[in-house]
């Protein structure tokens, strides 16, 4: 009998970022005084990306059943000693975003050190490929099933190299099913239902690079999307939808119409101007599950916001017993401070004149590949572990200091998290759970900034 392939997918954690098990292991009271409550209060989910290439892997490898592992660091922290202890992997794969990419690149010496193959993917990957290329690891550009095969091919023939692979051109997310979700825990998310229904976004905001690294929108097929709702269950938790447009997939309608007969409760991103023009979609999301969209208004003058009567968005969201969440971004491009001032001015107002319950505030983040990066790719003063949308200011800012920047976003922060603030906010919900829950993610998300901003100067 051949031996079994064996793979080990790695989600390394973020700088900063406590491991769940290990805030679960707190007390409540230290969890909700301390504000330990990462994973519940981020609506955190298993790492989709690694699921699917967890779906790309054939059963057999040249005659060898393979034998897959996904490793959750967010979770649990992950030890690399293990592979001293237990046979080692043929390969590691591991998915890294820009905050631990210092992680993965340790990961990555820990393997190559012991001879194992090692490859790296996920969105820091794709937008910092010489970057990841430093590390010695061989890279994924791109969705990583789409090259899965080659480097399964090359992993097997001992010719894995230190370099680019692409797979094919074109997205394909037709018959990518997720699956079984037997390698994750409910106790240890938010929720296990996690739904990807189309990829990609036609805006082109200026801090984001899902345009570009995705292009448009694209649905998936409805015959991949229905099963896999029919494998979620209400008990693990409410179905994340992560598509950053959802509204706009061909069948959504159906889609939501199969949620609602599953009884599942749901989340979705939709996008602001396409939402208002296809009004009747927030009526039919009420009726069918749907517990809160988020829009991404970001900034009030980007061109996906252009003509938008938020106000009445806002409140149709709201009469349809859905959670309305709303995202800002601060900073963005090379504002004067008066600028900066009155945007954030503009977005307190607004935030408390519609009472909204759960806000997501942040200081611009220049990631790589977008237009901010363009902008200030040459001021970077801080290290991509440091890289927080709810952190310190990690590029120069052109008219004033980072420590400037610094002080006007956590003051607003500070504010608007207060506690009168907060339960003005909260006002608006109509049922104990929904106070209940939007109090302890207002509290987790303080708490959090708070934490990135213990050593801030004074101002004096
Ligand atoms: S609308 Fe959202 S996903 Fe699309 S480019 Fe803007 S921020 Fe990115």
């Excluded at 054939?58 to 922290?77: A, N, Q, W």
């Excluded at 230190?162 to 409910?186: C, D, H, K, M, Q």
């Excluded at 990807?196 to 097929?221: D, L």
Aim: net charge negative; aromatic share 10%.
């Amino acid at each position: 009998m051949d031996e079994d392939f064996k793979i080990d997918l790695i989600y390394p954690v973020e700088a900063g970022v406590e491991h769940h098990k290990e805030a679960g292991q707190r007390s409540l009271a230290r969890n909700l005084f301390l504000g330990e409550l990462s994973h519940k209060s981020s609506l955190s989910t298993p790492p989709l990306g690694l699921l699917r290439i967890a779906t790309a892997t054939p059963k057999i490898i040249d005659g060898r059943p393979t034998s897959l592992r996904i490793f959750d660091d967010v979770v649990e922290p992950f030890s690399p000693s293990q592979w001293d202890m237990v046979e080692k992997p043929d390969v590691v794969g591991i998915s890294c975003t820009t905050a631990a990419s210092d992680r993965a690149a340790y990961l990555v010496w820990e393997a190559t050190r012991r001879g194992i193959a090692i490859v790296l993917g996920g969105p820091h990957t794709t937008v910092a490929i010489e970057d990841s290329l430093g590390t010695g690891a061989a890279v994924v550009k791109g969705p990583g099933e789409l090259a899965w095969q080659e480097v399964l091919g090359a992993v097997n023939s001992g010719t894995l190299e230190n370099r680019l692979y692409e797979g094919a051109n074109e997205r394909v997310l037709e018959g990518v099913t997720l699956p079984s979700r037997e390698f994750f825990s409910i106790g240890d998310y938010y929720s296990i239902n996690v739904l990807s229904a189309g990829e990609g976004c036609p805006y082109g905001c200026p801090f984001c690079s899902t345009n570009m690294v995705k292009g448009s929108y694209e649905g998936r097929e409805l015959s991949d999307v229905l099963p896999e709702i029919d494998q979620f269950r209400v008990e693990d938790g409410m179905v994340i939808i992560t598509d950053d447009n959802f509204f706009m997939h061909p069948n959504v309608r159906q889609i939501i119409q199969r949620l609602g007969e599953r009884e599942l409760e749901w989340f979705a991103t939709v996008s602001t101007r396409f939402t208002e023009k296809n009004i009747d979609l927030i009526e039919l999301a009420g009726k069918n599950g749907c517990r809160i969209l988020f829009l991404g208004i970001d900034r009030f003058d980007l061109p996906k916001n252009r003509g938008v009567d938020f106000d009445r968005l806002l409140a149709e969201i709201k009469a349809n017993g859905i959670i309305p969440s709303v995202g800002f971004v601060f900073g963005l491009g090379n504002p004067t401070e008066q600028q900066l001032n009155s945007e954030m001015e503009e977005a307190r107002r607004f935030i408390m004149r519609n009472t909204l319950p759960m806000v997501h505030l942040s200081n611009s983040v220049p990631y790589p590949g977008t237009q901010e990066f363009s902008l200030k790719g040459d001021r970077i003063v801080r290290p991509f572990s440091q890289w927080d949308t709810q952190g310190r200011t990690v590029y120069e800012p052109m008219h004033f200091s980072a420590d400037t920047m610094d002080r006007c976003y956590f003051e607003l922060c500070q504010e608007f998290y207060s506690l009168p603030n907060v339960l003005r906010r909260l006002s608006s919900l109509r049922s104990m759970r929904d106070v209940m829950e939007m109090f302890f993610y207002n509290f987790g998300r303080f708490q959090h900034i708070k934490k990135n901003f213990a050593d801030l100067p004074s101002s004096k």
